[in-house]
């Protein structure tokens, strides 16, 4: 094994159990990973044909009822949600992705449960799904900024484990990650896109009011991880500071649950050498 | 200008103009093209990085009724659309990307006028949408195999042509794109299919039944060029037994209509340095 592999599976390390504490994860560190920024890029680019491929297998054995995975992204502005989808998710065909990002929800939304318009962004048999934000906003936000009561909020989090367990059951392997950033390194962030006229795009004033509520942020995520972090769903906390760091785990993190599946190519559904001599007449 | 650069616009050179005859293009040719395959490849990275930066800024800028881009992909089977999506496409931030795929349309679709699907799938301001498959394929194997009557595929060359006026007139910016490759070249692509356990998953009977109506899409496709290609809305036909080649022009193409649109980087909608002494302050 070369020293820029990974030394110990991230998914073990990075797995939300008993006791977890959300402020005793190191947000600089790069568990199970010896190497340096050098070393993770290469070894993104060595691992994406193998998510690539194991992708396609499940993309090709797709059917009704059949495997898909989810994969949940939750973290504070600036921490890197996009930057998972743009290079560990964009290394696989687009063709079999379901992107879905959420934002503050309209006056529709706001008519249903809260769940009522994750249910419909669900990924289809076969395909990964990627949740920018979810349904977890509501337990977060939500919370922080009292947009619901506490009775409310604390039926959310038994709403969530019976919605998980039910689409789990349903064939969609859920992967939830927490990008996990650092204040300071979420201060030089936003700095960065005030400094940069091709960066204003991505800032908004809104972000350091959210800024201001961070210790509330880190107990609602906290409280998150304690009630909603199951053996079917588990949640994976993801040192961000690094973000050679946290695109590499989140790969590894899907090539595991795919490898899990373990899809195959299907076999021809029609008589090959039939179909050659057709094909050959034609 | 390097001989591996682009020696005339393919925006010029493949746009279906007056007297366009489909028999006459060869699907092995690579106009405006002088390098290989390699210098193909390495062209295709290069532009990328210009691509991307005009996506970006697309994106960044986008607002209620700004511009999107609209890429429709019509071609035979294996002439590679599939490629484009994942090669070229795949090559920006899939967060600005809208990709839809239409399939035989399904019995709701069937109650609603054939544009009804599609316009669904539009792209929103400031992304851009691929179209794998479109609401051409409603005059090209809706009139191969007679699906609908005659006066009904005379109607809807007008109605394609009316829905794109409208379109284009609020805000999307269509690129039409036939991926044109040649029979023999069909044959080795279906036949590579049919000798690898792990692309079977990709081949279908039915693709030979297509196949054998050839003469009958060709024809279908030239009256569609006649009829739909308008100066906001022109089609390209793209010769693409050379894979390479076709990505490339495909990218081009792209590259042509997002500087035409020359989106900026927007303003900051705050007070840039009243922000920085909040954020610092945080």
């Known amino acids: 094994m070369s020293k820029h592999e990974w030394e110990q599976d991230p998914a073990e390390l990075l797995r939300v159990g008993e006791d977890f504490a959300l402020k005793e994860v190191d947000a600089d560190a790069t568990p199970g990973f010896s190497g340096d920024k050098e070393d993770g890029e290469e070894e993104l680019l060595r691992r994406e044909e193998v998510l690539d491929d194991l992708q396609e297998r499940l993309f090709a054995s797709r059917h009704e009822g059949g495997p898909a995975v989810l994969l949940v992204l939750q973290a504070m502005d600036t921490a890197g949600k996009g930057g998972i989808v743009r290079h560990v998710v964009g290394g696989v065909d687009p063709q079999g992705v379901e992107l879905a ?58 709403a969530i484990v019976e919605f998980e367990r039910r689409i789990t059951a349903s064939g969609i392997r859920i992967v939830k990650v927490m990008l996990h950033i650092s204040r300071d390194e979420q201060k030089a962030r936003l700095m960065e896109r005030l400094e940069r006229p091709d960066k204003y795009w991505k800032y908004n004033p809104g972000d350091v009011d ?23 769903a588990p949640w994976y906390v993801v040192p961000a500071n690094a973000k050679w760091y946290a695109r590499l785990a989140v790969q590894e993190l899907l090539i595991d649950v795919l490898q899990d599946i373990d899809p195959q190519w299907p076999e021809a559904g029609f008589d090959v050498e039939a179909e050659k001599k057709r094909l050959e007449a034609s």
Chains 1, 2 share one sequence.
């Open 101 to 158: 990002a959420f934002k503050a929800p309209t006056p529709q939304e706001l008519e249903h449960d809260f769940l009522w318009r994750v249910e419909k962004r669900l990924p289809r048999p076969g395909f990964i799904g990627v949740f920018d934000r979810s349904h977890y906003e509501d337990v977060l936000i939500g919370r922080v900024r009292e947009l619901a009561d506490a009775a409310e909020i604390e039926r959310r989090y038994e």
């Open 210 to 232: 959210e800024r201001m509520l961070w210790d509330g942020y880190m107990a609602a995520y906290q409280t998150v991880l304690e009630r909603t972090a199951t053996p079917d």
